[in-house]
Antibody, heavy 119, light 107 residues
Framework: EVQLLESGGGLGQPGGSLRLSCAVS????????MTWVRQAPGKGLEWVSG????????YYAESVKGRFTISRDNSKNTLYLQMNSLTADDTAIYYC????????????WGRGTLVTVSS | EIVMTQSPATLSVSPGERATLSCRASQSLSSDLAWYQQKRGQAPRLLIY???TRATGIPARFSGSGSGTEFTLTISSLQSEDFAVYYCQQYNNWPLTFGGGTKVEIK
């Protein structure tokens, strides 16, 4: 069964850091680009970051560039999002999703993990 | 950045009726446009890619059309399970961007 399972969400302090993980099973992880998309409470979808299948290329939204780092470990079938310098605007559900490589739309989604930034 | 504008924000439709959702891009996308459905409390689900190709398992009542800057998602006969929020997303240029969504509600 294909599965994307996010973890690592929770309460983060303003200016602090969190690391999200997305464990994948049921498909050949190393052959797909992956992405993170977030959704603030009651709001729409916002693309955050993407990474190529081999991890050589990374892409970021302006809102997170310089603060977030996407990475992957193909030996562990896991995608990561390191989030630094958190602000209240980063409060959202964070979804990992599979990219239907080479076209950057998202054909499989995880259930998401909630990140709340508050003191 | 390509700005995606969806209209209307809310669409009230009776079951069995047709729903037509619009998505406009601030510059040409060719056909690099996807549609997603999101039900309350759930992750989004891919419906359409390439502007008009249904994703695996998507019923034929969902259809997409358009190219360039104007796109349409049509649901031919709304079923109860179709009441949800629908988003368009462009993948022609970085950064990838979504529209603000159209909520389809029961009339």
């Amino acid at each position: 069964e294909v599965q994307l399972l996010e973890s690592g969400g929770g309460l983060g302090q303003p200016g602090g850091s969190l690391r999200l993980s997305c464990a994948v099973s049921g498909f050949t992880f190393r052959t797909y680009a992956m992405t993170w998309v977030r959704q603030a409470p009651g709001k729409g979808l916002e693309w955050v970051s993407g990474i190529s299948d081999g991890g050589d290329y990374t892409y970021y939204a302006e809102s997170v560039k310089g603060r977030f780092t996407i990475s992957r470990d193909n030996s562990k079938n896991t995608l990561y999002l390191q989030m630094n310098s958190l602000t209240a605007d980063d409060t959202a559900i964070y979804y990992c999703a599979r990219v239907d490589t080479p076209s950057w739309y998202f054909d499989l989604w995880g259930r998401g993990t909630l990140v709340t930034v508050s003191s | 950045e390509i700005v995606m504008t969806q209209s209307p924000a809310t669409l009230s439709v009776s079951p069995g009726e047709r729903a037509t959702l619009s998505c406009r891009a601030s510059q040409s996308l060719s056909s690099d446009l996807a549609w997603y459905q999101q039900k309350r409390g759930q992750a989004p689900r891919l419906l359409i890619y390439g502007a008009s190709t249904r994703a695996t398992g998507i019923p034929a009542r969902f259809s997409g059309s358009g190219s360039g800057t104007e796109f349409t998602l049509t649901i031919s006969s709304l079923q109860s399970e179709d009441f949800a929020v629908y988003y368009c997303q462009q993948y022609n240029n970085w950064p990838l961007t979504f529209g603000g969504g159209t909520k389809v509600e029961i009339k």
